[in-house]
């Protein structure tokens, strides 16, 4: 089967830093994809990794070892407006997209 | 450039009836897929067209199908309607269906079966 599992919440501190960490096991994989989604909202694209290693963008960042089917999501300098749920994402050898649970990021002033 | 619509935006059902939802994907992207968000479920994957052909499908029920006209628009169709199938379907479009392309997602339609 083809699964991916990340926490279900995290709490940080405005301001912090925070990793979101996500681990996959599919029948193939194609690159790991992180998404944000706001209570009410659509889930709008952050980053994506095909390779080994830390893609930055901006305060976040996302980084990805295939060899152990692991992938973190870092978000830096945290703000109130990054409470959001995340969700890690992989396409897998037959082309199917899976999406993890979910992690809902609670921020504290 | 409009982003990804759905229509309509909230759906009330009771059980048995079936359902239509549509989806106009931004212009130029010839790729939509389906989700269905539940609390606790995440999204999981209903299916995805491109050029007018299904491409993939999930583990869903056939009351569950789809398709893509020429313009690109999408509709999923649910027949036979469950109280398990209260949901929000999201749809996402992007400009092919390859491995590495981002999503865009549209605002979703919330359904409530009754």
């Known amino acids: 089967g083809q699964s991916l599992e990340q926490p279900s919440e995290v709490t940080a501190v405005e301001g912090a830093i925070v990793q979101i960490n996500c681990t996959y096991q599919?029948?193939?994989?194609?690159?790991l994809s992180w998404y944000q989604q706001h209570d009410g909202g659509a889930p709008t694209f952050l980053s994506y990794?095909?390779?080994?290693g830390l893609e930055e963008t901006g305060r976040f960042s996302s980084f990805l070892s295939r060899s152990d089917s692991y992938g973190y999501l870092l978000l830096q300098e945290l703000q109130m407006k990054d409470s959001a749920s995340y969700f890690c994402?992989?396409?897998?050898?037959?082309?199917?997209?899976?999406f993890g649970k979910g992690t809902r990021l609670h921020i504290l002033p | 450039k409009a982003g990804v619509t759905q229509t309509p935006r909230y759906l009330i059902k009771t059980r048995g009836q079936q359902v239509t939802l549509s989806c106009s994907p931004i212009?130029?992207?010839?790729?939509v897929s389906w989700y269905q968000q539940t609390p606790g479920q995440g999204l999981q994957f209903l299916f995805e067209?491109?050029?007018?052909?299904?491409?993939n499908k999930g583990n869903f029920p056939g009351r569950f199908s789809g398709r893509q006209f020429s313009n690109s628009r999408s509709e999923m169709n649910v027949s036979t309607l469950e109280l398990g199938d209260s949901a929000l379907y999201l749809c996402?479009?992007?400009?092919?269906?390859?491995?590495?392309?981002?999503?865009?997602f549209g605002p979703g339609t919330r359904l409530l079966v009754l």
């Open positions: 994402a992989v396409r897998g050898r037959d082309d199917k997209i899976i």
């Open positions: 212009s130029g992207h010839r790729s």
């Open positions: 599919t029948s193939g994989f194609y690159g």
């Open positions: 990794n095909g390779l080994d």
């Open positions: 996402a479009s992007s400009w092919t269906s390859g491995r590495q392309e981002t999503q865009y």
């Open positions: 067209y491109f050029s007018e052909t299904q491409r």
